[in-house]
Structures are given as structure tokens and as C-alpha cells.
């Protein structure tokens, strides 16, 4: 009885460190797609600070990625231990 207990434990473990994954890598596609569509628009409205929106583009997207690596390294960590 109690083995069949932790095994449907571990298999909601698993579950749900999938779905946080998956959750994880749809908010940081959002997100970059975000910064993407509004740089083209800043660079269409301003297109002498193309440089200046560039670099900051890059900055906050490699956050966006670092949060979801994180996330995704949680998950990890949440189905192995």
C-alpha cells in the first residue's frame, strides 16, 4: 500500500516538474518575442539609437533566459530529489 502511494507521488512529481518546464520555456518565449517586436518598433520610430535599443534588446533577453534556466533547472532539481 504504501509503495503504491509514493509511486503515484513520484509520478505527480514528474508531472508537474514537466508542466513547470513547459511553463517555464512558453513565458520565456513570450517574453523574447516581446522585446523583439517592441525594438522593431522602437528602431522603426527612432532609427538613429539602433545601437543603444540593440544592446539593451540582448541584455534583458539573456535575463529572460537566465529566470527560465533557473526554472527549468528547478524543475530538475523538484523530479530528482
Known amino acids: 500500500m504504501l509503495t503504491m502511494i509514493l509511486g503515484a507521488v513520484q509520478a505527480l512529481a514528474a508531472l ?39 544592446s539593451n534588446m540582448i541584455v534583458i533577453a539573456a535575463l529572460i533566459e537566465g529566470v527560465a534556466l533557473f526554472a527549468v533547472i528547478v524543475c530538475a532539481l523538484a523530479l530528482f530529489l
Open 16 to 54: 508537474g516538474a514537466a508542466i513547470g518546464a513547459g511553463i517555464a520555456a512558453i513565458g520565456a518565449g513570450l517574453g523574447i518575442g516581446k522585446i523583439g517586436s517592441s525594438a522593431m518598433e522602437s528602431i522603426a520610430r527612432q532609427p538613429e539609437s539602433v545601437g543603444d535599443i540593440r
